[in-house]
């Protein structure tokens, strides 16, 4: 009998607390990955500064490439969005919960379409979360009516699935989704504390948690590797989880950021700020158990993982919001 | 039949709601008379049901406010209007006032926010333990400069302000207990004190956030030293200083006429106290008798007061002007509960703030005054139109249920003009209105004669009258004072 072990091993980070826009990100959501190693962020942003809304452009490399999209309600426009994700003709879709469509880009960032107004019925939206595509089909996690829709990448309505409760195939405020190699699909049903894994017809399969003693606490997004494991970002516990097909755990990881290039260069023109970092202590023993605010607190931590990424060489993404992001670990 | 006596209990619970909440719509307003008023205050004191405002949804949906950086108000104005233990919320927002801290310095609204659950927390325990809370409280360190306050040389700002602002008031004290009060606080600090100093300095949140406060206790920069605070002599802590504050009659005193301003009757501006005796001295006196009885405890004083006939006698009903935060909360509360995520939170944060009273952003460290500062012409308007926004739609929960109870209260199909106005007082409140109130509201009202609600154009003809009577009332001067 041989056993494999699992592991990760933190890499880097890509990241910088841009509210006023420029190089970095604001309060991203979501996150996806180009086959030639453009890394779409999508930034929220603060009510209070509209021009951080936004795709930005970047690289693990550390490379700032641009922007797409902006504030606004227009075509093109974005206000609260969520998910972000590609096509293989390498389109871009964005889902925006506040103006309850989706917007589609063309390759180079300009807007196509858009589709969806807010509602229950058919082509309808009650702020969607999460977006997935597979073979030109496009599955929206329809998170207030608790149900997946299906469209065709024009945006028809193919189909749906779902309803609210904790039963087989039920959401309670479902978020993210993926899919694995043999086409499953996997929905983080975020208040159910539980992933549920469904056919590509929405049949459903099996699930990993749920329930009083979960070992999922209001998980946000999930990814699966060629491997079959399971990449949970653990929004409630602050942590990256990774379980196998069964639901046992086989590797947490609470986050470990450094100071990536982007913080350095900032930092060398603070003086002030980089000499007060000296003594700087990033992580201690806190006197809460409470893990968002544990989160607050420690820089190197996940502050609310919001999106877990795989590329195609199995390297891990994992997107935070609070600490506007994205940590990269990879094999060991 | 209204009998005098179910009216005059109504017209106290009405009363107590408001003051010990945010006032109350029919069905809580239903509950609570059967309840009576001893339960009611033994529910709102101790409430036997968790807190059900559901933390997590604040969390996803409001995306900048779960690292609440900003929009700590908004943030805050969702429990409050959401909340089912309203004296809890209410108990927030009288210490927030007392021990007024702000994001204008300290450029997080997260550490604010934190403290806003240490009153949650600790807001009707004993005073003694609130005040040591305060002392650790990172928000309160940062923003009265703690964080300087070192064994070889002393930061007296927060030893002048535990005595003057938070305890004992002006005259009551020396500068040699400020310095020796201060002294007994050093090393009482935040971890990592010097880089985040200088990010709150420099108002930046870069790298990667801001980063929350923690409390530490620095004990080789602490004065072991002797001190002598208000008379008595040791090598006093932090809490021992709290200890000697709280056995003062002049901090019982404090306590008392501060809750007095805030539950019963606008008292004169805090800065006038020393001169001015309070406005009722024997209350005074009964809450501070309370303090000592009860060691100390604020719950203990709060069920004092509402008890007291000085608090349930008709003088005190609408002796307070309402602050910003009550009128929006109370407003919103009358419509029915709120969605996630929504920008009604956002416009009512920022309604307070043009009413005078950002949350989290006191004017400086002696908070709001109250009173007459609520109210100018520009507030006012701003008033009356948030007010007649948030309850212009009749199909709002809240605003439907007022409509229909004002229907029932008609006990038939058809309802004179002076009837709607009647039963709208008595709906939202029920509210005591001056004659020249009444006959205006009628006076306006007559325009729409009688109705009926039988069909549905009818219907809707009788919502469109009864909103625009809704809005009338809540634009009178009775609604603007609690």
Known sequence: MTTTTFGLKYVTNVGFAADFGGRGFSLPSSMAIRADGVIFVVSRGKSSTKNSNGIQMVTKDHDFLGQIGTYGAGLGGMMWPTSVVLDSDENLYLADEYF??????????????????????????????GLLIQDRLMYVVDSRNNRIQMYSLDGNFVGQWGSGGDGEGEFNLPWGISDDSEGNIYVADWRNDRIQKFDSNGNYISAIGGGKTSVLDRPSDVAVDPDGNIYVTDWGSQCLLVLDQPGNILETKRGEADLSPWSVEYLSSQDDERKARESFVPVYKADTEDPSEVSARMEPYFWDPVAVELDQDGTVYVLETGRHRFQIFERI | ????????????????????????????????????????????LNPDHPDVIPDDLIRRYHVDQSDLRSGGGAHWVYRLVMTDTPL????????????????????????????????????????????????RDPAMIMWLDNQDNHGSNINENYGREILELFSMGVGNYSEDDIKETARAFTGWRVVNPDYMSIRMRNNTARPYGYMSWQFEYDDDDHDDGEKIIL???????????????????????FVSRHLYHFFVADELPVPQWPHEDPKDPEAIDVLCRSYFENDHDIGAMLRTLFESDFFKDGGSRYARIKSPSEMVIGTMRLAGPIDLPSEETYMADAACANMGQALMRPPSVEGWQGGTEWINTGAYVERVNFAGRILNDPDKQGVRDIIDRIKALSGQSTITSDELVDNCLEVLGPLEVLDTTRHGLKNYASKFGDMKWSDESLSSEFDRAA????????????????
């Open chain 1, 100 to 129: 309850n469509k989706v917007t589609k880009y063309d390759r180079e960032g300009n807007p196509i379409t858009e589709w969806g107004t807010k509602g229950s019925g058919d082509g309808q939206f009650n702020q969607p979360s």
């Open chain 2, 1 to 44: 039949m209204t009998t005098i006596r179910s009216r005059q209990e109504a017209l106290l619970m009405a009363h107590l709601l408001r003051r010990a909440g945010f006032g109350a719509t029919p069905y809580e307003m239903d509950r609570a008379l059967s309840m009576g008023y001893q339960a009611v205050l033994d529910d709102l």
């Open chain 2, 88 to 135: 809890r919320e209410k108990i927030c927002l009288f210490w927030h006032r007392v021990f007024a801290t702000g994001t204008t310095k300290l450029i997080q609204n997260r550490v604010v926010t934190n403290q806003i659950d240490m009153f949650r927390e600790h807001g009707m325990g004993r005073f003694d333990d609130l005040l040591v809370e305060l002392s």
């Open chain 2, 231 to 253: 008379g008595q002599k040791g090598k006093w802590n932090g809490e021992d200083a709290v200890r000697i504050i709280c056995e003062q009659d002049a901090t019982a005193r």
């Open chain 2, 467 to 482: 909103v625009a009577i809704i809005q009338l009332v809540v634009s009178s001067q009775e609604y603007q004072t609690i």
